[in-house]
């Protein structure tokens, strides 16, 4: 398949370019989401695309919206691209994109942690806390946590970094309301999310998601969901108390990334063929396990 590095829906208005989503202004309530198939680490994107992973990314977006709809409303319609897009503006974007409805997106990313990992190992290894949550001494790396815990951040513009912030520096940001129903849905959809992902092979260790309210400030889905880019999936055969599990997601690139001496700071290095090759068969697989 050939990569989509940018797209070019010129009769659009391009309104923002993320690390990977590319979105256009369609009306005065909709929008254009494209998922490119650019790929970042480290809060920098990459100079090589990964062929399909747009695509991947959108089919499983769209699939956990559709199983999470009894939790939260989302940003999905009906409208079928082919209903506004013309057959070679199609072909160049294939199924990487979405029509959806517009919203006010909420200043958060909703991170939820179910394992003792990644960053959170970190914190946890220096003051026995994780963004704030004081948990027992003595937890292991990739130990599951007592329960799931909610640790905000801030939504970081392309090249910068996000930052982990308190629960009550986003009360200050959002108002305790907003901030506690963002908490319990993202706490919801995290564990009707893993309870489903088990028994399928797959452990969500921790994942990430983003709110946005309509004009009468009800809360939706929006962006993507729970999928490789946005989530740490584990082999649920291969996870070990004490160590990281190798994973379905672009901890592989970050992986290869630590061996480079590369400072982590943009222009991001070309990536070779084989590494590209082994980080689509990853997400594959994780699509596999989680939606055949």
């Known amino acids: 398949m050939k990569a989509l590095h940018e797209s070019q829906l010129s009769r659009f ?5 993320g690390k990977v989503r ?6 005065a309530q909709h929008l254009l989401i494209v998922t490119t198939d650019r790929i970042s680490a480290f809060d920098v994107v990459m100079p090589t695309p990964v062929p399909g992973k747009g695509e991947l990314l959108s089919r499983m977006t769209r699939f956990w919206m559709r199983k999470t709809e009894h939790i939260i409303p989302n940003q999905l319609t ?10 070679d503006e199609l072909a160049a974007v294939g199924d990487r994109v979405m ?3 517009k919203f006010k997106p909420l200043p958060v990313e909703a991170i939820v942690r179910g394992y003792l990992v990644g960053s959170g190992w970190k914190d946890y290894q220096q003051n026995g806390s994780v963004c704030g949550h004081a948990l027992p001494a003595g937890l292991a790396q990739a130990a599951k946590l007592p329960q799931p815990i909610f640790t905000p951040s801030t939504k ?7 930052e982990n912030i308190s629960r009550e520096q986003l009360v200050a940001i959002m108002g305790e309301d907003k901030t506690a129903q963002v908490e319990a849905l993202a706490l919801a959809i995290y564990q009707f999310a893993a309870d489903y ?8 260790a921790d994942t990430k998601f983003e709110f946005g309210e309509d004009e009468n400030g009800v809360i939706h889905l929006i962006d993507e969901v729970l999928t490789p880019d946005s989530s740490r999936f584990w082999p649920a055969d291969q996870y070990q108390v004490g160590s990281n599990p190798p994973s379905f997601d672009k901890q592989y690139i970050r992986d290869y990334l630590e061996s480079l001496d590369w400072e982590k700071k943009a222009p991001g290095p070309v990536l070779p063929e084989d590494v590209v090759a082994n980080t689509l068969a990853k997400y594959q697989e994780a699509e596999r396990l989680l939606t055949a």
């Open 197 to 204: 992902a088990l028994p399928r092979g797959i452990i969500i």
């Open 78 to 87: 009906a409208i079928q691209p082919a209903d506004v897009l013309t057959a």
């Open 13 to 17: 208005n391009l309104i923002h370019q």
């Open 156 to 162: 970081a513009a392309v090249g910068d970094h996000d």
């Open 99 to 101: 029509v959806v409805r």
């Open 22 to 27: 590319d979105i256009y202004d369609l009306d």
